[in-house]
């Protein structure tokens, strides 16, 4: 079957992507819990995310977290790394220098 096989193919390929390792480290070094305060705003934030994460207005992204404080943005979202939806890791790893 040859949709099968390009399945399997397109399933390793992502796979490998995923494990790819990136020149950022993400703050991951203990398992998120998705629905602590540090991440809840990240996981319920996602229409809001999805509306500007293309966008080039880092601080739009940042607004969908807190409005008022930008720091506390930033943190949020790479306290929740690991949980967060994987476009919105992408971002932090390009656009945050999450702490180790
Ligand atoms: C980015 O968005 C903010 C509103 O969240 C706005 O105040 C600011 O002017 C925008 N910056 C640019 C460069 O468009």
Redesign the pocket.
Known sequence: MRSTTILVALTAYISAAAAAPSNVVPRADAPCDAWSDECREVITGNACFAA?ITG?????V??CVD?EDHAVSERKICNCYGCAETTVQQWAIDNLQCAP
């Open positions: 500007y080039t207005n880092k601080s739009q940042l607004d409005v």
